[in-house]
């Protein structure tokens, strides 16, 4: 991921400061597609075809497919430059599931870009579920993942316990196993789910769906407009984003009485979150380099670990449902001088680093399978398990990113099957902040962050 973004990053940069050299075409596109091999060789792979500017695999879901890795063959026309992005010709290509997508662009001789991309499609197992209806289904979304075998009903408040009657259309001739048609269901909670095994019609494909009610949710105060002082618990008392729905469930951010590194400020007639990376007096420990941060979850201030920042910052609130990917507005700015608090001995120096600093924004889906409460600091920790990542880099050197701009950060997903209890969503105005490495006065402003089901 992050070396996409870099690779994205420098071709867009790069074009952009040449202006089209004349007579040379603006075209390029693919001649020829073809797999020459692929792993597990137990996969079950139909006819590619296109789709405007995506090559589409058809593949029929089934256990262990995952990782599925492609040999392929890339052939394109005499006007293309230059192939760049997530496909190389000559290695392989990775699929971790099957809503992840290949992204890559072909640069024509004049520098035009085209972006395409490949993905998967599913194709009928002959034991699937292909329609999933009931009374009132229409005002609610439902989604049928094949991949995962799961159906999952999105909606604010169903109002538990609920009691459904669905019409199932199966793959053609397919039938229940231990299910008959037009039985009722009901759901106690959202953690209440229900079986259904499909048999195909030739009673060689046996699979069992999982029925799910989900909560589409948007994360309270996500526009940023509401801010104040919510007692010592919360930040020491200093000003803070509201933490609404209540603490550790909404945003949060890292303010405390050493660090002021996010503020409301005025955009679009209403607030955006800005954050700051500065130095910090940490008292015992000497200068610190603190980068500004917003993020699901809570802060809990710990003098005894200012020297680790990331261990007071609590990441995660509950949720449920799986998302596509993330929407927001945002603008970055680095600040003039790239620096890093060292340590010698008991305390820390700041010292001049080369570069250009560096703002961040990631999306995590995690599951969490421990005892005890819910902990994860954004590193490996026991009971959890990041289900799906998505991340955005804003690279300093690049002017385009100091102006307003809307951002999507797709979720790509490693596990497919299990059913997340959390979201993550962190942003920082120096992405190694963690490592006391920013820029002082490097500065990212967001604004109406939403998620995408």
């Excluded at 009901?186 to 229900?194: A, G, H, N, R």
């Amino acid at each position: 991921m992050r070396k996409y973004y870099w690779i994205l990053l420098f071709a867009v940069g790069l074009l952009s400061s040449c202006e089209k050299v004349k007579d040379l075409s603006d075209d390029a596109s693919i001649e020829r597609f073809e797999i020459t091999s692929y792993t597990p060789t137990t996969a079950e792979l139909g006819e590619i075809y296109r789709n405007d500017k995506s090559i589409i695999i058809p593949v029929v879901p089934e256990d262990n497919l995952f990782p599925l890795t492609l040999q392929t063959v890339l052939e394109t026309s005499s006007t293309t430059h230059k192939v760049l992005g997530n496909y190389v010709k000559g290695q392989d290509i990775v699929f971790n599931g099957g809503e992840s997508t290949i992204n890559f662009f072909l640069i024509a001789e004049s520098g035009f870009v085209h972006p395409y991309s490949i993905s998967l499609e599913a194709m009928d197992t002959g034991a699937d579920i292909l329609q999933f209806k009931f009374e009132d289904s229409e005002k609610m979304t439902i989604t049928i993942n094949p991949w995962s075998k799961i159906v999952n009903i999105s909606v604010l408040d169903p109002g538990f316990p609920v009691t459904i009657k669905p019409t199932i259309r199966l793959s053609e001739d397919a039938t229940f196993e231990g299910y008959t048609e037009g039985e009722e269901l009901t759901f106690q909670s959202f953690e209440d789910i229900k079986e259904i095994t499909v048999v195909s019609a030739d009673r060689q494909t046996r699979r069992t769906w999982k029925i799910q009610f989900g909560a589409l949710l948007q994360i309270p105060n996500s526009d940023f407009e509401s801010w104040g002082k919510f007692g010592n618990d919360i930040n020491l008392n200093e000003e803070t984003i509201d933490p609404v729905p209540g603490y550790g469930k909404g945003w949060a951010t890292a303010n405390n009485y050493f660090v002021q590194g996010t503020r409301p400020v005025e955009h679009n007639g209403g607030y955006a979150a800005k954050m700051t990376t500065n130095e910090q007096n940490a008292l015992i420990f000497g200068k610190l380099i603190a980068a500004g941060s917003m993020y699901t979850g809570c802060f809990k201030f710990d003098v005894g670990a200012l020297n680790d920042p990331r261990s007071m910052t609590h990441f995660g609130i509950p949720h449920t449902v799986r998302i596509k990917s993330i929407e927001f507005d945002a603008k970055y700015e680095p600040g003039p001088q790239l620096k890093q608090a060292v340590k010698s001995g008991s305390k820390y120096s700041i010292e001049d680093r080369e570069g250009v600093d560096v703002g961040q924004a990631f999306v995590e889906i995690i599951r969490w399978t421990g005892e005890g409460a819910f902990e994860y600091h954004g590193r490996p920790a026991d009971g959890v398990e990041v289900l799906g990542r998505g991340e955005i880099l804003f690279d300093g050197k690049e002017t385009k990113y100091r102006n307003w701009a809307h951002y999507n950060i797709p979720v790509v997903y490693t596990n497919q099957t299990d059913i997340p209890t959390h979201i993550v969503i962190v942003f920082s105005s120096s992405k190694s902040g963690d490592i006391f490495l920013g820029a002082p006065g490097s500065t990212m402003e967001v604004d109406d962050v939403k998620l995408i089901y």
